[in-house]
């Protein structure tokens, strides 16, 4: 089925909105001692690596950097045609009394990040937990909301945000896919 | 990957299945070093223990392994259950679909009975040894402990020593190394030796030829107490002087840099000492640790009701 694909934020806009994350992260947690920035696999992670060197450019605070990969935690595993690989999380510091900023490209349901609270929690106690993605979308089926946002979209249901990152995917980009309808 | 509804034996398994279930125990054994050692992948599900032999460690591995994926975890008693009365092992079968347990976990003296009942049930069935014929799970956690010292196990040498026939550990590790690219010899008195040995396993008679091999890895099997009494070899003590790894062995083991594993649980005195289960190199801890990890990892993937 062809799709309809439209440009949400340009590879500028998105460096731009990384770089507002952070000097929003950084505004935020004045004072903390540390932040964690904890990215949620696939593409949270390398969002969570760009606003932590962006951060250390504003020189506001030491910032840990750390994964979580939910493959685990997904309540719809037996429905999958494939078993998926599992990465593993990766939080090699002590997350207890740190502000700890989880990061995913975008929000939707907010099942994801529900996982993402419960997984982190294994870690340690951190003080304070807040979320940053880069496009916010509505749809929410969980009672979960973003601290900080890149850019915010109400979208219609058939419609899909992709985040591209080049650490990932060979190249920065962030659109709209439309499926057309058959007729 | 494509997921599987049974794990009987390593030979069915494709070599991409192989690589699939030793990678994922990487991440679940990560999870041990945590406070809470948990995740919620299974929550809901019945992993049920159906052990017509006794076991120590792989029954309690298999229960800890499905516990930390959050599944429900249930033994079916076969001392006090009817099976001591007559019941077959398809009526057993039928109860327990009956009951809509997801995993069976089936351990039976006669080869084969894990594939009869994983083909009369939609619950998955995962073979924890039959007869002479398997012991998968015990044969990944093997590769996957060696695989933790050894990035590459192409060209990997490992001598296995014992009863290799009658030991279901020796032909799945066997089979599993050699899957991996290794180079498997077995030492074994004659009357344990099997009378089938593939061509490209070297087999020896004594440690004096076997060292000449140039082993990395030194796999003893367990010399099963109830043979004790049968006519394989005159007495332990015999056997330890011949086949087992004796004080002056573990030094040639240590001068050489090799590595030690046994698939427990040891008879202290029969096929090792004292000093050989203090051995630097002895993996048989990292053996039983990793048992849950590559038990999780295998529960992770079987998907029970799949087709096969």
């Known amino acids: ?183 | 990957m494509t997921p599987r509804k049974d794990l009987l034996d390593i030979a069915s398994l494709t070599d991409e299945e192989i690589a699939f279930v030793l990678d994922n125990a990487v991440p679940f054994k990560d999870l041990f070093k945590r406070s809470v050692k948990k995740v919620p992948t299974l929550k809901g599900r019945t992993m049920l223990t159906l052990f017509y032999e006794p076991s120590t460690r792989t029954r309690s591995s298999f229960e800890v392994a499905a516990s930390r994926l959050s599944a429900d975890v249930t033994h079916f008693d076969i001392e006090s259950s009817s099976v001591v009365k007559g019941e077959s092992v398809l009526d057993t079968v039928e109860t327990l679909e009956a009951m809509r347990v997801d995993y069976i976990v089936v351990r039976h003296k006669q080869s084969g009975t894990p594939n009869l009942i994983a083909r009369n049930t939609r619950a998955s069935v995962i073979n924890a040894g039959d007869g002479w014929h398997a012991h998968p799970t015990q044969a990944l956690l093997d590769a996957f402990t060696l695989r933790e010292i050894h990035k590459d196990l192409r060209g990997c040498r490992a001598l296995i020593v014992g009863d290799i026939q009658h030991s279901r550990v020796a032909r799945s590790t066997s089979l599993m190394f050699r899957r991996l690219g290794m180079n498997v010899a077995y030492l074994a008195p004659g009357s344990m030796m099997p009378r089938e040995v593939p061509q490209e396993i070297p087999q020896f008679g004594n440690w004096r030829d076997a060292f000449d091999w140039k082993p990395d890895v030194i796999y003893l099997l367990r010399v099963q107490s109830e043979r004790l009494d049968e006519p394989f070899f005159p007495t332990a003590a015999e056997y330890h002087k011949n086949y087992g790894l004796t004080n002056e062995r573990v030094e040639i083991l240590r001068e050489r840099g090799l590595h030690l594993m046994h698939p427990g649980p040891v008879n202290r005195g029969v096929e090792i000492t004292d000093t050989g289960m203090n051995y630097e190199k002895c993996l048989i801890n990292q053996q039983v640790e990793n048992g849950i990890a590559v038990r999780m990892s295998v529960l992770y993937w079987l998907r029970p009701g799949a087709v096969e």
């Open chain 1, 1 to 183: 089925m062809p799709e309809f694909v439209r440009t949400l934020l340009t590879k500028a806009q998105m460096a731009e909105g990384v770089a507002a994350l952070a000097k929003n992260i950084c505004d935020a947690n004045q004072g903390a001692e540390s932040l964690a920035l904890v990215g949620i696999f696939t593409r949270g992670v390398p969002l969570a690596t760009r606003i932590a060197a962006e951060i250390e450019k504003l020189g506001c605070t030491k910032v840990f950097v750390g994964t979580i990969d939910l493959t685990q935690y997904r309540d719809d595993l037996n429905t999958f045609q494939m078993v998926p690989k599992l990465e593993g999380s990766d939080i090699a510091f002590d997350l207890d009394g740190l502000n700890v900023v989880l990061c995913d490209e975008v929000i939707f349901t907010g099942r994801s990040v529900r996982a993402a609270l419960e997984e982190l929690l294994n870690f340690g106690r951190p003080q304070r937990v807040q979320l940053a993605v880069l496009v916010d979308r509505c749809g929410r089926e969980f009672p979960v909301q973003p601290d900080f946002s890149a850019l915010k979209v109400t979208l219609a249901a058939g419609e899909r945000v992709a985040v591209r990152f080049e650490e990932v995917d060979g190249q920065d980009s962030c659109t709209v896919q439309t499926q057309a309808s058959p007729r």
